[in-house]
């Protein structure tokens, strides 16, 4: 890994300032300013939680490509790298999967007043965004993760990987599932929760599929994991 030094800083350094491209480009959206007056604002997806957690998992490691660390640092990186890489690969799997094939379930059709510019047609406009963003927010944080493990990381012991993938998991999902409920129950007028696949079930039905994302989550943690050499 010491050898790897240049490749570890041009790949943390790469990651972090793509990252941070795709946040500052949130606000030049067109509807960013309607989401912001909700309460949870973008915070709301998930989308953005995990590219916060990415974010910061690179900027933790760039951190110790370039200066001397002590042992609980890397502890602490590891942690979030935990919570960080099933995310970003779950959303990811998520995303493009039902983008390439159920598009009306993971996009959503604009609002009244939500877009800055109005149109004459009576079809909702699907909510899409640029590539180069949609790649920056949905591909390339699971990418770089991926890479930072395969390249540079050490594999979790077994009790890590078992037990707190585990825990990360069902705190994440119990996290995400009353949060984006109780941002929904003051957005209702506008829609009920961000994600189409989301607001067209209803509450137990909701339920099922946090609880479905966390076990995809801890199970693509497994897979990933047993594969790391």
């Known amino acids: 890994m010491a050898g790897f030094k ?18 500052l480009e ?22 953005i939680q995990g590219l916060v957690a990415a974010w910061l998992t690179m900027a933790l ?24 890489m099933p995310i970003a690969v779950v959303i990811s799997s ?28 009576e079809v909702p406009q699907l909510l899409r965004i640029p590539l180069g963003l949609d790649l920056s927010l949905h591909a390339f944080p699971g990418i770089a993760l991926l890479l930072d493990f395969y390249l540079l990381e050490v594999k979790y012991s077994q009790s890590h990987a078992r037990y ?8 994440a999902g119990t996290w995400y ?25 209803e509450f137990p039905v909701r339920v099922g599929i946090y609880a479905g994302a966390a076990i995809l989550a801890y199970m693509f943690f497994q897979l990933l994991n047993a594969l790391h050499s």
């Open 26 to 47: 949130i606000d030049n959206l067109a509807n960013s300013a309607f989401i912001a007056k909700q309460v949870g604002g973008h915070f709301q997806y998930l989308t």
């Open 177 to 201: 599932g009353w949060w984006v409920e109780y941002c929904a129950s003051y957005n209702k007028i506008y829609f009920a929760v961000p994600y189409p696949f989301l607001t067209n079930n």
């Open 164 to 171: 707190g993938a585990a825990a990360v998991a069902t705190l």
């Open 61 to 84: 490691a760039l951190i110790t490509d370039i200066a001397p660390v002590p042992g609980s640092y890397l502890n602490l990186k590891r942690a979030v790298f935990m919570i960080a």
């Open 6 to 23: 240049l490749g570890a800083v041009l790949l943390h350094s790469t990651a972090t300032a793509i990252m941070t491209y795709a946040w």
């Open 94 to 121: 998520i995303y493009w999967t039902l983008l390439l094939l159920f598009p009306t379930l993971i996009v959503r059709a604009a609002e009244p007043g939500e877009l800055a510019t109005s149109s004459s047609s």
